[in-house]
């Protein structure tokens, strides 16, 4: 197939990960026979620095007549003045809402090799595989704001059709799995999230009786999330609990730099990032672990172009690499570690 996609390098280490996967997307069209087109663009701080724009309109254009975006990440020191009127992550806002992309999904799926990494008891985890699927464009993000002397509030508002097709999101991914899905709100207490439940129970029920759908409350979800990791399948829910319960999940995979994440919308054209920042601290030194970026891809490669097999293929060749014990500075002990080139070559290496 041919295929479209746009590469934002970003800031940090940014252009070091999507050089790696761009390395490995091209490995994987040549072995398939799949021609992709690549096309950088600028965004966040870089895009600052040439244009005075953190998303040039010729950056969203591009993304938008694209079928697949896959982005390192965004900010640094060089840009972060609290007092500066354009900020590298407000480029990354106005291309997520630009793309109507309203469901973040991060799958979490620690593997042997890493496990030793994370701060909860290896035995707990293996074994765990679930996906985090994160409303993105609704909830008390976007609610409105007040502020007088004495008091301030933020108003958390959901639609049923905002509710509605990220639910239907969760259940479709469920049954390309397990078939279990966790809705997770806080229905004794809120207005939005007892409006959350009735319309995730009817749509599961309606649309979806294949699949299991279980409620959760959000406090009780972020103990059962490190206590049990292995019963999670699907967990779907709102934006705030998204941001939260997603970072919480993310430790069970030992670092930062192994996670990927894919934000879809309507259309096919998503966007693909790894879950880390730009980590200025190790910028420029060919150490930063490239696997949240090569699975970001293979994210891309299931969800944009549909082609399953290649990222599976991708994701066992990543998998493969970790098994082996090549393992970047954030994971392994200090001068056993591969360098990003090295992790790179050898997630190629397996390709072939
Ligand atoms: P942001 O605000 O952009 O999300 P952050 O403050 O969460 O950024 P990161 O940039 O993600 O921070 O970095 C947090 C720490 O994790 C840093 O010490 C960084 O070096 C490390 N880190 C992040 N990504 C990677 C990676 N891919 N490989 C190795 N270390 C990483
Ligand atoms: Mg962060």
Same mark, same amino acid.
């Given at each position: ?14 252009? *070091? ?44 254009? #591009? ?13 640094? @020191? ?43 008891? @290896? ?142 919308? *309507? ?6 990032? @790894? ?34 097999? *290649? ?24 001068? *056993? #570690? ?15």
């Amino acid at each position: 197939m041919r295929a479209d996609i746009v590469v934002l390098e970003g800031d940090g280490i940014g252009p *070091e990960v999507t050089a790696a996967a761009v390395q490995v997307l091209q490995a994987l069209a040549a072995r398939y026979g799949h021609q992709f087109e690549l096309q950088r663009h600028l965004i966040g701080g870089a895009a600052i620095d040439a244009s005075g724009e953190p998303l040039p309109a010729a950056t969203l254009q #591009a993304c938008q007549r694209s079928d697949a975006v896959l982005l390192g990440a965004v900010g640094g @020191p060089k840009w972060s003045d609290p007092k500066a009127k354009v900020r590298p992550e407000q480029g990354l806002l106005a291309l997520r809402k630009g793309l109507g992309l309203y469901a973040n999904l991060r799958p979490v799926q620690p593997h042997a090799a890493t496990l030793g990494a994370s701060p909860i008891k @290896p035995h707990l985890l293996a074994g765990v595989d679930m996906i985090v699927v994160r409303e993105l464009t609704g909830g008390i993000y976007f609610g409105d704001k007040q502020r007088s002397a004495s008091a301030a509030s933020d108003l958390c508002e959901y639609s049923v059709a905002e509710i509605e097709r990220v639910v239907r999101r969760a259940c479709q991914l469920a049954r390309g799995r397990r078939g279990h899905v966790v809705s997770v709100d806080k229905a004794n207490v809120l207005e939005t999230s007892r409006l959350w439940r009735e319309v995730a129970t009817r749509v599961a029920r309606e649309e979806f009786p294949d699949v299991t759908l279980e409620h959760q409350l959000v406090d009780s979800m972020a103990m059962h999330l490190i206590a049990k990791p292995r019963a999670f399948d699907v967990i779907v829910t709102e934006n705030m609990f998204g941001d939260i319960l997603t970072d919480e999940a993310s430790m069970l995979a030992g670092s930062l730099g192994l996670l990927p994440s894919a934000s879809l919308g *309507e259309g096919k054209v998503g966007l693909y990032e @790894p879950i880390h920042g730009s980590a200025p601290d190790i910028a420029g030194r060919g150490i930063a672990n490239p696997c949240g970026t090569i699975l970001s891809a293979a994210l891309l490669l299931r969800h944009s172009l549909g082609l399953d097999a *290649e990222a599976a293929c991708l994701e066992q060749a990543v998998a493969a690499v970790l098994d082996a014990g090549v393992l970047t500075a954030d994971l392994a002990p200090a001068g *056993e #570690a591969a360098t990003t080139a090295q992790f790179t070559a050898a997630v190629l290496a397996q390709l072939d």
